[in-house]
């Protein structure tokens, strides 16, 4: 059974940084394209960015609101995704969840149940 | 970055009616990575279209996708109680990817 569940969210402070996680069970991780995506309140989704997988270069690609302050980086030893989140702003407020890509040899994709980010002075 | 507009923004509809539900694209979606999902509060977002057309595993039959280029369309072809959510499209072949607002299907 796949898994996704991320933990490190919380209260921080505007300017803060946090680390989010992801660990991911019931697949080759190390094979997956791995995204997160957010969803502040009352607002729809938002993607964040990705990561590819190690054999195309984990390459990264980040959303314009995000990109120089967010890091997206995986651990395959451990099957775990990272979101390094810096600089952070109370616009960034949202809870953050990592999914994967859609496989379309089993037509579905994977959520997790997300984890709050709350940005507060 | 492509710009995804749906609408309605809203739609007010009763069950057993049937729901169209329209995305459009600001430039042509490359090799038909347009998917939809559903939204529940309290749920992970569900994956219903890929692929512009396909339905994800498990997704009953009246959830339909079409569409091409830059002009999109899910039709919930008999509204059961459980399909009031809101639903946004997805484009997912470029980056960055972008999700559109959403469309809030609500009971009449």
């Known amino acids: 059974e796949v898994q996704l569940v991320e933990s490190g969210g919380g209260l921080v402070k505007p300017g803060g940084s946090l680390r989010l996680s992801c660990a991911a069970s019931g697949f080759t991780f190390r094979d997956a394209w791995m995204n997160w995506v957010r969803q502040a309140p009352g607002k729809g989704l938002e993607w964040v960015g990705h990561?590819?997988?190690?054999?195309?270069?984990?390459?990264?690609d980040y959303a314009a609101p995000v990109k120089g302050r967010f890091t997206i980086s995986r651990d395959d030893s451990t099957n775990t995704l990272y979101l390094q989140i810096n600089s952070l702003r109370t616009e960034d407020t949202a809870v953050y969840y990592c999914t994967t890509d859609i496989w379309t040899a089993t037509k579905r994709d994977y959520w997790g149940q997300g984890t709050r980010v709350t940005v507060s002075s | 970055e492509i710009v995804l507009t749906q609408s309605p923004g809203t739609l007010s509809l009763s069950p057993g009616e049937r729901a169209t539900l329209s995305c459009r694209a600001s430039q042509s979606v490359s090799s038909s990575y347009l998917a939809w999902y559903q939204r529940k509060p309290g749920q992970a977002p569900r994956l219903l279209i890929y692929?512009?057309?396909s339905r994800a595993t498990g997704i009953p039959a009246r959830f339909n996708g079409s569409g091409s280029g830059t002009d999109f369309t899910l039709t919930i072809s008999r509204l059961e109680p459980e399909d009031f959510a809101v639903y946004f499209c997805q484009e997912y072949g470029n980056s960055p990817r972008t999700f559109g607002q959403g469309t809030k299907l609500e009971i009449k």
């Open positions: 692929g512009v057309s």
């Open positions: 990561i590819k997988s190690k054999s195309e270069g984990v390459a990264t």
